[in-house]
């Protein structure tokens, strides 16, 4: 009963380097999303895509990329790191948006120094 | 103006007293409303659902939703220290592909 799967938990970026966030979830969602969450900022989203092979931009795209090859993985990649990229990122995933059952990963703490 | 407005608090409340939680929107074509649920260092989780307008209750949870004032509460009554987490508001409308999420209220009940 796995959910919806980030890795790594925790990480720290020098400036200027890449990572890549790995997402996975085992529901057979076709909605998937990532989001950044800074405090008392809630939730913006990064990017989001509605099936393999589909992605589209969300509120605060820039200095990130997102591929979905495949229905269960949507990895987030970071270029080139700055400090303004510290933040907890969450992926989640979704049935059907108007429901509201999103699930949520447990978020990936980055911090870039 | 942001398009989900919500007061970050921070909230803190003796046990047993009685939350309330809101939330107001700009957008009118939104139809599903949402409260989750956010515990430290933890990602959020799905709380409460309304369609449309009216009351829900869940528990010691009751969601409310006005449409012609675009405001929708949360409240928590009889509240436990083991309430104590963020609580986000989220909405979406037909044919959207993602939620709106307001900033989330942090609650503490003190034991």
């Known amino acids: 009963n796995a959910g919806v799967t980030q890795t790594p938990k925790f990480r720290i970026l020098k400036i200027g380097q890449s990572m890549t966030l790995q997402c996975a979830q085992d529901m057979n969602h076709n909605y998937m999303y990532w989001y950044r969450q800074d405090p008392g900022m809630g939730l913006k989203l990064i990017y989001y895509?509605?099936?393999?092979?589909?992605?589209d931009k969300g509120e605060v795209p820039n200095g990130y990329n997102v591929s979905r090859s495949t229905t269960e993985d949507f990895p987030l990649r970071l270029e080139l790191a700055a400090p303004s990229q510290t933040s907890v990122y969450f992926c989640?995933?979704?049935?059907?948006?108007?429901?509201?059952?999103?699930?949520f990963g447990q978020g990936t703490r980055l911090t870039v120094v | 103006q942001k398009e989900v407005e919500q007061d970050p608090g921070p909230l803190s409340v003796p046990e047993g007293a009685i939350v309330s939680l809101n939330c107001t929107y700009s957008?009118?074509?939104?139809?599903?409303f949402m409260w989750y649920r956010q515990y430290s260092r933890k990602g959020p989780e799905l709380l409460m659902y309304?369609?449309?307008?009216g009351n829900k209750e869940d528990g010691r949870f009751t969601a409310q939703v006005d449409k012609s004032s675009k405001y929708i509460s949360l409240f928590i009554r009889d509240s436990q220290p083991s309430d104590s987490a963020t609580y986000l508001c989220a909405m979406s409308g037909n044919g959207d592909y993602k939620l709106s999420f307001g900033a989330g209220t942090t609650v503490t009940v003190r034991a």
């Open positions: 957008n009118s074509a939104f139809q599903y």
């Open positions: 989640a995933s979704s049935y059907s948006i108007q429901k509201g059952e999103a699930f």
């Open positions: 895509s509605v099936g393999a092979g589909i992605t």
């Open positions: 309304t369609y449309s307008s």
